[in-house]
C-alpha cells in the first residue's frame, strides 16, 4: 500500500475505534460480567462489533502494509499522531485497568496500603466500575505508580478528573517513546522510521495504551528513554546513572522492566567485557535503578509489599499465556481418563524456572554479543512465559524488538496483530470463551517453537564440532 494511502487508511480506522468508545467502551458503571452474546443483543450490538473488528483490522492493514520501511522518520511520527488523536478523547476501551488505578489511587490518598487490602476494603467511591476480580486483590503495581494514582486523586477528586490524568500520563509515556526509539535505533543500526512505526503505529498503542489509559505507557517510556541514554553513553558515569535512575523509574511502575537492568549494564561497558569493566561502568546503571526504586519504595511508606503483588497475576487464567494453555490442555486430556487435578501450578511452576534459566542464559550470551537485542529477547521471554498474558503486555518488548532488530520482525508483527483483537470494546477479553480450541492450539504452537529452538541449536553445534574435529 503507498504510504500517503496506508496514513488516510488508518486514521480512517482509528476513527472507526473512536466511534466504537462512544457506544460500547469499559464505561463506568457497566456490566462487569458480559459475554460476547450479550454484547451483541444489547443496545447498538451488531454495530459495536463490526465497527471494533472491521475498525482494527483497517487499522492493523495500515501499520502492517509499511512494517518493512516508510518514507522517513518523520512521516512515521506524523502518521502516529494523527493515528492517536480520534482516540485521545474517547471513554476508555479494551480495558477497565483505569478504574482500578483510580480507586487504589483513592487507597493510597486515604492512608491504606494497597499491597495488604484491596479496594473494597475503603470502599472507593468507584467501586461499580472494578471488575469483580480485582476488588480484593492487592495492587500488582510499583510504588512510584501508588504515589502517581494517589497524588491523581488527590488533584481530582472525581473519576472523569482521574481518568484525563491518567491519559496525559499515558500520553506523557508515548511521547517520550517517540523522542527516545530514534536515538535507540540508530545506536543499534536499525532504521529509526522503521523502529518508530514497528513499536507506535500498531492498533496496540492507540487502542490499550491510549484510549485505555493503562500505565504501561510511561513504563515503555521511561525503559526506552534509560536504554537510549545507556547506549548513547558507554563508559560515562554520569549519563549512565542517569539511564540507571530512568529504569529503576520504569521498574518504580512495573517491577517487569527492571528485567533490562542487567543487559543494560552490559551495554554500559566501553570496551570489551570483562568483570572489571562490568564493576566499572554496569554498576552506575544497576547502581541508579537499585537506588531508585528503594527510594521509591521508602518514599511511598509501604516498605516492599509491592512484591508481593506481582503474584495476582495468576488469578486470571487464559490461553494466552503458554504455560497456562499447557495446563488446561493437560487437564482437557485428563477428563476422559477421569482426572479432574489442576495442573496450573506446576505447569507455570515451570515456566517461571525456564525463565529464569533463560534470562541467565541469554544475559551470559549478551556479553559478547548486543546486549540491547538480548534485552529485548528477555522482555518478550518474561512475557511469554508469565502466568497472565494481557495485549497491552506485548508493548512492553516490542518497543525495544523495535529498536534492536535489524532483521526478521514478522514474527513480532504478528504477535502484535493477533494480540489487537484479543479484547472486546468494553474490556471482555476473548480468550475466556475460546479456551477449549484456543488452549490445545497455544500448546501445539509452544511444541513447534520448542522442537525449532532445538533444531537451530543442533545446526549451530554441527559447523562447531566439524571445525574443531578437522584441527
Same mark, same amino acid.
Given at each position: 500500500?503507498?504510504?500517503? +494511502?496506508?496514513?488516510?487508511? @488508518? ?12 457506544? =460500547? ?55 502516529? *499522531? ?21 480507586? #487504589? ?48 486523586? /488527590? ?38 522510521? !522503521? ?25 515503555? =517510556? ?18 549512565? +546513572?542517569?539511564?540507571? $535512575? ?7 511502575? /512495573? ?20 568483570? !572489571?569493566?562490568?564493576?566499572? %561502568? ?29 503474584? #495476582? @497475576? *495468576?488469578?486470571? $487464567? ?15 486430556? *485428563?477428563?476422559?481418563? *477421569? ?8 505447569? !507455570?511452576?515451570?515456566?517461571? @524456572? ?71 470494546? %468494553? ?43 578437522? %584441527?
Amino acid at each position: 500500500m503507498p504510504s500517503h +494511502l496506508a496514513r488516510w487508511t @488508518g486514521l480512517a480506522g482509528s476513527t472507526l475505534l473512536a466511534v466504537v468508545a462512544f457506544l =460500547g467502551g469499559a464505561m463506568p458503571h457497566g456490566d462487569l460480567r458480559p459475554t460476547p452474546l450479550s454484547i451483541w443483543q444489547g443496545s447498538y450490538g451488531p454495530v459495536i462489533l463490526t465497527g471494533w473488528a472491521v475498525g482494527t483490522a483497517v487499522l492493523a492493514y495500515a501499520w502492517w502494509s509499511l512494517r518493512d520501511g516508510v518514507p522517513s522518520t518523520r512521516w512515521a511520527l506524523v502518521t502516529v *499522531g494523527l493515528w492517536l488523536l480520534p482516540l485521545l478523547v474517547t471513554p476508555p476501551l479494551g480495558s477497565r485497568d483505569v478504574y482500578a488505578y483510580a480507586c #487504589q489511587g483513592a487507597s493510597y490518598a486515604a492512608g491504606i496500603n494497597p499491597y495488604e487490602q484491596g479496594v473494597s476494603t475503603l470502599p472507593c467511591p468507584w467501586l461499580d466500575s472494578i471488575s469483580y476480580i480485582w476488588r480484593d486483590t492487592p495492587a500488582p503495581y510499583g510504588p512510584l505508580f501508588v504515589m502517581i494514582a494517589g497524588a491523581v486523586v /488527590k488533584a481530582t477528586g472525581s473519576l472523569v478528573g482521574a481518568i484525563v490524568l491518567f491519559r496525559l500520563l499515558a500520553v506523557a509515556g508515548i511521547v517520550l517513546t517517540a523522542a527516545s526509539l530514534p536515538a535507540l535505533a540508530r545506536r543499534c543500526g536499525v532504521p529509526a522510521g !522503521r523502529a518508530v512505526w514497528l513499536a507506535l503505529g500498531s492498533p496496540l498503542i492507540g487502542v490499550q495504551l491510549l484510549s485505555g489509559a493503562h500505565n504501561d505507557a510511561a513504563m515503555v =517510556g521511561l525503559l526506552i528513554a534509560g536504554l537510549a541514554v545507556v547506549a548513547a553513553r558507554p563508559g560515562r558515569p554520569g549519563m549512565l +546513572l542517569a539511564g540507571g $535512575v530512568l529504569l529503576g523509574l520504569a521498574g518504580g511502575i /512495573k517491577a517487569t522492566a527492571l528485567v533490562v537492568v542487567p543487559f543494560a549494564a552490559l551495554a554500559a561497558i566501553a570496551g570489551g567485557f570483562s568483570v !572489571r569493566a562490568l564493576i566499572r %561502568d554496569g554498576g552506575w546503571v544497576v547502581g541508579g535503578a537499585v537506588a531508585t526504586v528503594v527510594g521509591a519504595t521508602f518514599a511511598a511508606g509501604l516498605d516492599f509489599g509491592w512484591i508481593s503483588g506481582l503474584e #495476582q @497475576g *495468576g488469578l486470571v $487464567v487464559a490461553w494466552t499465556s503458554p504455560p497456562t494453555a499447557l495446563g488446561q490442555t493437560v487437564a482437557y486430556l *485428563g477428563l476422559p481418563f *477421569g482426572w479432574h487435578g489442576d495442573p496450573l501450578p506446576v505447569t !507455570r511452576g515451570i515456566g517461571m @524456572g525456564a525463565l529464569a534459566v533463560l534470562l541467565v542464559w541469554l544475559w551470559f550470551r549478551a556479553r559478547d554479543r548486543d546486549p540491547l537485542w538480548h534485552a529485548a529477547l528477555a522482555l518478550t521471554a518474561t512475557v511469554a512465559l508469565a502466568p497472565l498474558f494481557h495485549p497491552w503486555y506485548w508493548t512492553w518488548p516490542l518497543a525495544v524488538l523495535a529498536a534492536t532488530s535489524r532483521q526478521r520482525i514478522g514474527w513480532f508483527a504478528v504477535v502484535t496483530l493477533v494480540s489487537a483483537f484479543l479484547v472486546l470494546p %468494553d474490556g471482555t477479553g476473548l480468550p475466556r470463551y475460546t479456551k477449549t480450541v484456543g488452549a490445545p492450539l497455544m500448546t501445539l504452537l509452544v511444541i513447534v517453537v520448542v522442537v525449532r529452538l532445538v533444531r537451530s541449536a543442533r545446526a549451530t553445534r554441527q559447523p562447531v564440532a566439524a571445525t574443531v574435529g578437522t %584441527d
